[in-house]
C-alpha cells in the first residue's frame, strides 16, 4: 500500500482532499519518526511499527479542518433555530445539541433532504452529522453544486436522446432511400457489406462524421504523425532500454566481483584471528619482559648508589682504578706475607717481643704507606 492510498483511505474518514493532506509518522512515546512526503513510495518504506500513530496535517486554508475546527470545540458555533421552526420539528427531526435561535431551517432541511436521496441511491444510511453553521454552510455549497451537476447531466443525456432519435430516424430513411434503388443490405454482395463496415469502424476510430476524401485524409495524416512520435518515443525507450540494461550487466558484473572479495575475507578472518591472537600472547609476554627488565633496572641503580656509582663514573675511569688496584696488590703483597710469618714467632717470649716490635713498626710503616697511596686515590678519583 502506497502512502497515496493511505491518504485516500484517511480522506474519506477525515475530510481531508488527499492533495491537500500531509503525513506525519509518531512513534508510541510522541516522537516524531517520518514525514511520509514521497506518495509514490509504501508505506512500510518508513517502516511503521505497532502503537505508533498517522498525524494528518490540512494544508488547505479553506478546508473544514483548518483553525482547529475539528479539535477545539470552542471554535465551534452552537446550532440556533429559530422557535417557529424548531416547533415545525418531529421528535425524530430535532438534534439532540441544537440551541433555539435564529437560523435558517429552510436551508437545513434542503441539507437533510439532499443527504438522505444521495446516501440512499448508494444503498448506505445517513452519517449522524453534527449540524453546525459552518458545516450547513458546506453541505449547502455542496448540494447546490450538485443539483447543477445533476441538471446540466440531465440536460445533456436529453441531448444525446434526441440526436440518437434524429439519427435513427435518419438512418431508417436513408435505408430506404437504399431499398428504393436495389441497394439493400441483403441485396449487396458479403464483400461490399464488409467494406462498408471496416469504412464505418475507420470513421469512428478516426472520428470523422463525413464520407469526404479530405477527411480521411486529414485523419490518416494525423494518425501519421501520431504514428511517428510513438515510434520516436519508442526508439527514444529502447535506447534507454539498452542504457539502463548496460548498467545493470555492470552492476552484476561489479556485485559478483565483490561477492567473491567478499568470500576471500571471510576464508581469511579465521587465519587473521589466530594470528592476531599469537600477536596478543606475544605482546603480553613482551609486556611482562618489559616489566621485568624495568625492574632490573631500578634494582642496579640502586645497588649502584649504595655502592656509590655516580653518572660521573665513566668506564675508563673504572679500568684505571681497577690497574690502580692491582699495583696496590702487587705493593701490599710483600707486607702479607710478612704478616703471616707471625705464626713463626720463637717460643722465647724475649725475642717473641723482639719479633713482635720489629713486626710493629714494619706493620705502622706499611699501613702508612697505604694511607697515602689511598689519599692519592682518592685525590685522582
Same mark, same amino acid.
Given at each position: 500500500?502506497?502512502?497515496?492510498?493511505?491518504?485516500?483511505?484517511?480522506?474519506?474518514?477525515?475530510?481531508?482532499?488527499? $492533495?491537500?493532506?500531509?503525513?506525519?509518522?509518531?512513534?508510541?512515546? $510522541?516522537?516524531?519518526?517520518?514525514?511520509?512526503?514521497?506518495?509514490?513510495?509504501?508505506? $512500510?518504506? !518508513?517502516?511503521?511499527?505497532?502503537?505508533?500513530?498517522?498525524?494528518?496535517?490540512?494544508?488547505?486554508?479553506?478546508?473544514?479542518?483548518?483553525?482547529?475546527?475539528?479539535?477545539?470545540?470552542?471554535?465551534?458555533?452552537?446550532?440556533?433555530?429559530?422557535?417557529?421552526?424548531?416547533?415545525?420539528?418531529?421528535?425524530?427531526?430535532?438534534?439532540?445539541?441544537?440551541?433555539?435561535?435564529?437560523?435558517?431551517?429552510?436551508?437545513?432541511?434542503?441539507?437533510?433532504?439532499?443527504?438522505?436521496?444521495?446516501?440512499?441511491?448508494? $444503498?448506505?444510511?445517513?452519517?449522524?452529522?453534527?449540524?453546525?453553521?459552518?458545516?450547513?454552510?458546506?453541505?449547502?455549497? %455542496?448540494?447546490?453544486?450538485?443539483?447543477?451537476?445533476?441538471?446540466?447531466?440531465?440536460?445533456?443525456?436529453?441531448?444525446?436522446?434526441?440526436?440518437?432519435?434524429?439519427? *435513427?430516424?435518419?438512418?431508417?430513411?436513408?435505408?430506404?432511400?437504399?431499398?428504393?434503388?436495389?441497394?439493400?443490405?441483403?441485396?449487396?454482395?458479403?464483400?461490399?457489406?464488409?467494406?462498408?463496415?471496416?469504412?464505418?469502424?475507420?470513421?469512428?476510430?478516426?472520428?470523422?462524421?463525413?464520407?469526404?476524401?479530405?477527411?480521411?485524409?486529414? @485523419?490518416?495524416?494525423?494518425?501519421?504523425?501520431?504514428?511517428?512520435?510513438?515510434?520516436?518515443?519508442?526508439? /527514444?525507450?529502447?535506447?534507454?532500454?539498452?542504457?539502463?540494461?548496460?548498467?545493470?550487466?555492470?552492476?552484476?558484473?561489479?556485485?559478483?566481483?565483490? /561477492?567473491?572479495?567478499?568470500?576471500?575475507?571471510?576464508?581469511?578472518?579465521?587465519?587473521?584471528?589466530?594470528?592476531?591472537?599469537?600477536?596478543?600472547?606475544?605482546?603480553?609476554?613482551?609486556?611482562? /619482559?618489559? *616489566?621485568? !627488565?624495568?625492574?632490573?633496572?631500578?634494582? !642496579?641503580? @640502586?645497588?649502584?648508589? *649504595?655502592?656509590?656509582?655516580?653518572?660521573?663514573?665513566?668506564?675508563?675511569? %673504572?679500568?684505571?682504578?681497577?690497574?690502580?688496584?692491582?699495583?696496590?696488590?702487587?705493593?701490599?703483597?710483600?707486607?702479607?706475607?710478612?704478616?703471616?710469618?707471625?705464626?713463626? %714467632?720463637?717460643?722465647?717470649?724475649? %725475642?717473641?717481643?723482639?719479633?713482635?716490635?720489629?713486626?710493629?713498626?714494619?706493620?705502622?710503616?706499611?699501613?702508612?704507606?697505604?694511607?697515602?697511596?689511598?689519599?692519592?686515590?682518592?685525590?685522582?678519583?
Amino acid at each position: 500500500m502506497t502512502v497515496e492510498s493511505v491518504k485516500e483511505k484517511l480522506w474519506k474518514k477525515c475530510g481531508s482532499s488527499v $492533495g491537500s493532506m500531509s503525513l506525519e509518522l509518531y512513534d508510541d512515546t $510522541g516522537n516524531q519518526v517520518a514525514l511520509l512526503s514521497d506518495n509514490l513510495r509504501p508505506l $512500510g518504506f !518508513y517502516s511503521p511499527q505497532d502503537g505508533y500513530r498517522l498525524h494528518v496535517v490540512d494544508l488547505d486554508p479553506s478546508s473544514v479542518t483548518s483553525g482547529g475546527w475539528l479539535e477545539d470545540t470552542s471554535l465551534v458555533e452552537k446550532y440556533k433555530i429559530s422557535e417557529e421552526a424548531y416547533d415545525k420539528l418531529d421528535g425524530s427531526d430535532a438534534p439532540v445539541s441544537e440551541v433555539k435561535g435564529g437560523f435558517d431551517a429552510g436551508r437545513i432541511q434542503e441539507v437533510k433532504g439532499w443527504l438522505s436521496s444521495q446516501f440512499e441511491s448508494a $444503498g448506505k444510511d445517513v452519517p449522524d452529522f453534527e449540524y453546525t453553521p459552518r458545516s450547513i454552510a458546506h453541505f449547502h455549497d %455542496l448540494a447546490t453544486i450538485s443539483k447543477a451537476k445533476t441538471q446540466a447531466a440531465v440536460i445533456v443525456a436529453n441531448d444525446f436522446c434526441q440526436k440518437a432519435i434524429e439519427y *435513427r430516424s435518419q438512418a431508417a430513411r436513408i435505408r430506404e432511400i437504399l431499398e428504393g434503388v436495389g441497394l439493400a443490405q441483403e441485396n449487396l454482395p458479403v464483400n461490399v457489406v464488409s467494406s462498408a463496415q471496416v469504412l464505418a469502424n475507420v470513421a469512428n476510430l478516426l472520428n470523422i462524421r463525413d464520407t469526404e476524401m479530405s477527411s480521411f485524409l486529414v @485523419a490518416m495524416g494525423d494518425i501519421s504523425l501520431r504514428k511517428t512520435g510513438v515510434e520516436e518515443k519508442k526508439a /527514444k525507450v529502447e535506447k534507454e532500454s539498452r542504457i539502463l540494461l548496460d548498467y545493470t550487466r555492470k552492476a552484476i558484473q561489479r556485485l559478483s566481483y565483490l /561477492k567473491r572479495i567478499l568470500a576471500q575475507l571471510e576464508d581469511e578472518v579465521a587465519p587473521c584471528e589466530a594470528q592476531m591472537e599469537n600477536w596478543k600472547t606475544n605482546l603480553s609476554v613482551m609486556i611482562s /619482559k618489559e *616489566r621485568e !627488565y624495568n625492574q632490573r633496572y631500578v634494582n !642496579y641503580k @640502586a645497588l649502584l648508589n *649504595r655502592v656509590g656509582y655516580t653518572p660521573e663514573i665513566s668506564h675508563r675511569m %673504572l679500568v684505571e682504578m681497577a690497574e690502580h688496584r692491582k699495583e696496590l696488590e702487587k705493593k701490599t703483597k710483600p707486607i702479607l706475607d710478612t704478616l703471616r710469618s707471625y705464626q713463626d %714467632l720463637p717460643p722465647d717470649k724475649a %725475642l717473641a717481643a723482639l719479633a713482635i716490635e720489629d713486626k710493629k713498626r714494619q706493620y705502622a710503616v706499611a699501613e702508612k704507606y697505604l694511607e697515602e697511596v689511598l689519599q692519592s686515590a682518592l685525590g685522582t678519583s
